[in-house]
């Protein structure tokens, strides 16, 4: 599987990234081709070579005469839904454009229909998101992951006036990604590449495990201190992984001062919140005494709601949080019927094959009570159905 690595040490805007697909390959002909679909008008696209602080990268340009035009989102989305672009680079195009509405609701408080864009309605950013999609479609692009995302700093000027960087929608697109502000003090994502990545990334971290084909970089309109260049890496994934993988948090905190018969509600509150997991482990702590470790796992759009509850359910004053990443089989839940009713069994695997068929206890416990039953009866005969079905035309659990 085709696989592409946004390396944002520079930042990201929507021109540096189609600037790194053209410089890894992308056909510049076959773009301009397949922006003309849009029916846009009065605009001229240019791709050179040229150098960023030693390294030799491409500059992608849009020139064109357009001035003082405000689109909103429906004649956006009306525009790329006429345009003769592939399904997917519209359906791309398309969620872009909602997500940088949704930023811009936010920033001023009017409907996200009825936002104006101003410098993202310009022809050059339309064809810079909408020349991202297709550029993708070009090169067979599946996955897409991103790097940490460097912001820059200072403050710019735009539409509204004065701005701090990031600016608010790009701090809105970019939440629940990795993020972090270097010593450049200039503008280094825009709202247009925070969008890109927030639609595109799948991930924000490290480079995947991949077979590395090639890579290219895409100028900055700058010159700046630091190479002011997008790095993007193309590679070959293992089609059909064997196992899944994705970023979690360890949420954690010591507690010696609690009555332990609390930490049974306090649990069962932070699954309920979508945490993947919580358990507690006995330690020792200063002075010798006994302590009992909280740890939690958890997504990152979880964060704020279970640090709540652990602060308002516990004595703690103080959580350690850290990044961590997680390689898992592939999970689906069927329903067996059983002599004592439909049981929900969970299913683990690699690639097609099943690995683990685990009953879900409150099921078997509900049905021994009901039928008088052992318990382990019931989960065995669960068990074996499952295995038996190997997981092919059984039905789905509710």
Do not use: Q, W
């Not at 039928?371 to 997981?391: C, H, Q, T, V, W």
């Amino acid at each position: 599987m085709k696989t592409a690595y946004i390396d944002c040490f520079s930042g990201i805007s929507g021109d540096m990234f189609i600037g790194s697909l053209i410089d890894c390959g992308l056909d510049f002909t076959a773009l301009k081709n397949e922006i003309k679909k849009t029916g846009l008008e009065g605009y001229e696209l240019t791709s050179e070579k040229t150098s960023r602080k030693g390294i030799s990268c491409t500059r992608f340009t849009v020139s064109h005469g357009e001035s003082a035009i405000h689109r909103n989102l429906s004649d956006i989305l009306a525009l790329i839904n006429k345009s003769g672009i592939s399904g997917r680079a519209k359906k791309i195009s398309s969620d872009v454009f909602m997500r940088l509405a949704g930023a811009e609701s936010k920033v001023h408080g009017v409907p996200a229909e009825d936002c104006e864009f101003h410098e993202v309605g310009a022809v050059d950013s339309i064809i810079d998101i909408v020349g991202a999609a297709v550029g993708l479609e070009l090169m067979g692009i599946e996955k897409i992951y991103s790097s940490p995302v460097n912001l820059g700093g200072g403050m710019i000027s735009a539409a509204h006036g004065n701005l701090p960087v990031p600016s608010p929608a790009t701090i809105i697109l970019l939440e629940g990604a990795l993020v972090y502000s270097g010593n450049t003090k200039s503008e280094l994502t825009t709202p247009t590449g925070a969008a890109l990545l927030s639609v595109l990334a799948e991930s924000f971290g490290g480079i995947p495990e991949m077979k590395a084909l090639g890579s290219g970089y895409g100028a900055g309109s700058r010159d700046l201190e630091d190479p002011n260049v997008l790095r993007v890496i193309i590679g070959e994934a293992e089609e059909g992984e064997k196992f899944e993988r994705d970023d979690v948090l360890i949420i954690e905190t010591n507690i010696d001062d609690m009555n332990p018969e609390i930490y049974e509600h306090v649990i069962d509150r932070i699954l309920n919140a979508g945490a993947a997991d919580a358990y507690l482990v006995p330690a020792i702590m200063k002075k010798s005494r006994p302590a009992s470790v909280l740890t939690v796992i958890a997504g990152r759009d979880d964060l704020d709601r279970i640090s709540e509850i652990i602060f308002a359910e516990t004595t703690t004053s103080g959580l350690r949080i850290s990044g961590s990443k997680r390689m898992k089989l592939a999970r689906k839940s069927i329903a067996v019927p059983t002599r004592y009713g439909r049981i929900r069994v969970k299913i683990h695997m690699m690639k097609e094959r099943m690995i683990t068929a685990s009953p879900e206890y409150e099921d078997c416990r509900k049905a021994a009570v009901e039928s008088g039953a052992p318990l382990r009866e019931i989960y065995d005969e669960a068990r074996r159905l499952a295995l038996k079905e190997k997981a092919t035309g059984t039905e789905p659990a509710d």
